[in-house]
């Protein structure tokens, strides 16, 4: 295993690198990109929002393995991550209209004091402690996915008076840059926790400097804004009526919450599957976000001018991808005849299904659901997807670890059958709608929306 993720590893980045670099020769700067007034606000921009995504991705790749140090079993650990999801949805709801109520900029300040809060827990074996840590980290997360994005866009709008139509070239660069952080995350940790010898509670530690440097930056270079607050119950009611009054909506929601919430179990199972047999989790984790790096790379090849497929062809591959490798790892984790690198080829094949499907979904999402009712729609998507989620790891809490892992794989099968059925049900819908489709590319080579 050892030999294989890093020969896994160096193959992917250098894919990546290569359809990077092919296509930043062959697309010419556009006006937004010689403007040195945007160049500097969203330099401003990145610095803070790059340290965040970081310091949240060097934790990733040794959180079950922390857990694991702490010889918690893996009931207990199924415990805590079912936590952490169930304060994710439940502060991801209102959200929106804290930072709103708070500011901006206060509400980033304050993911990184709760985030470095959350970091600080992982230095305790109390489980009691490790609990409140999984909820502060929900509560980070919902603040990360929030209170940046917002910030932005009312500075470009609202303050500096940018076109809007140059917001999607910086999400589309930070979407790229994320994935890039993810992968040198990823060897960061191993760094830090394997090849110093610092243990699994090193990637922790080395996170609470960048959450600090992010609040910081946040405090000298940015300024504060708020914004007109919708009631809660308003941005719910209106969001529902929306599902239900468009089918399109509907089978769409039902999509994400049975992948997503198939995605959310895989995080968990990787590590008990593949740490036994001596895998080096962080180089592990760098190849899954590089796979998920080259999955984005083909998405935008795919819908360029030269090949002109459609997100939902994409969104249906991403879904086939995953079923196939779900039934790999059916089988590649029978009891006492496991293929620990069978399953890390799967596991990759999922996360190149990730990288064509997040960019996808994104699409159509913005195509299908009004602009005034995403933020109610997207809280009723998150809740059936979390719900399947705990669900998922509290069936997997009561059963045999060996039999229970290669059961959940089964079960996430099923979901993902189901999540098929229901991407044709929305294929059958929406093969005449001209506005689900990518336009013909006509001057500029096009950039799809992430």
């Not at 610092?198 to 440097?213: Q, S, T």
């Not at 190149?352 to 299908?368: E, I, W």
């Amino acid at each position: 295993m050892l030999v294989t993720a890093y020969l896994a590893f160096v193959g992917l980045l250098a894919s990546c690198l290569g359809l990077e670099l092919s296509r930043c020769r062959a697309k010419p700067p556009g006006r937004a990109c010689r403007n040195p007034s945007f160049l500097q606000f969203q330099l401003d921009f990145y610095q803070v929002y790059f340290l965040a995504l970081a310091a949240d991705w060097l934790q990733a790749p040794y959180l079950y393995k922390l857990y694991q140090h702490y010889h918690f079993l893996e009931g207990q650990i199924a415990i805590l991550y079912v936590c952490g999801l169930a304060s994710t949805v439940l502060f991801g709801l209102v959200a929106s209209s804290l930072v709103d109520w708070l500011g901006r900029k206060k509400s980033c300040v304050l993911f990184s004091l709760i985030y470095s809060l959350c970091c600080l827990t992982k230095l305790s074996q109390d489980y009691f402690v490790l609990l409140v840590g999984r909820a502060l980290g929900g509560l980070s997360t919902a603040l990360l996915f929030s209170a940046f994005e917002a910030w932005y866009i009312h500075e470009h709008v609202e303050r500096h008076d940018f076109p809007a139509e140059w917001i999607p070239a910086t999400f589309a660069r930070a979407a790229f840059w994320n994935h890039a952080l993810a992968v040198v995350a990823g060897v960061a940790a191993e760094a830090v926790a394997s090849w110093m010898g610092l243990g699994p509670v090193a990637p922790f530690v080395a996170a609470i400097p960048l959450l600090a440097l992010a609040g910081v930056l946040a405090l000298r270079n940015w300024g504060e804004n708020y914004d007109r607050q919708r009631a809660f119950s308003r941005t719910c009611a209106g969001g529902l009526r929306c599902l239900l009054s468009d089918r399109r909506v509907l089978l769409l929601g039902t999509i994400q919450a049975l992948f997503e919430s198939v995605i959310f179990i895989f995080v968990f199972l990787w590590t008990p599957v593949l740490d036994p047999h001596g895998a080096p989790l962080g180089i592990v984790f760098s190849s899954f976000m590089a796979a998920s790096l080259l999955g984005s790379s083909l998405y935008r090849i795919a819908t360029s001018k030269r090949y002109h497929l459609q997100p939902m062809h994409l969104l249906s591959l991403a879904v086939l991808i995953v079923v196939f490798s779900l039934f790999m790892l059916t089988f590649s984790t029978s009891p006492g005849q496991e293929s620990p690198v069978e399953s890390f080829i799967a596991f990759l094949l999922i996360e190149l299904a990730c990288g064509l499907y997040f960019p996808s979904m994104s699409f159509l999402r913005r195509k299908v659901i009004p602009e005034t009712e995403q933020a109610g729609v997207l809280n009723w998507f998150r809740v059936p997807l979390h719900l399947l989620a705990c669900l998922g790891l509290l069936v997997l809490h009561d059963s045999d670890r060996k039999t229970g892992t290669r059961n959940m794989f089964s079960i996430c099968s099923a979901v993902m059958v189901m999540a098929l059925l229901a991407v044709v049900g929305l294929f059958t819908v929406v093969r005449h709608d001209a506005e689900l489709r990518v336009p013909s590319p006509t001057g500029e080579p096009y950039a799809p929306e992430l």
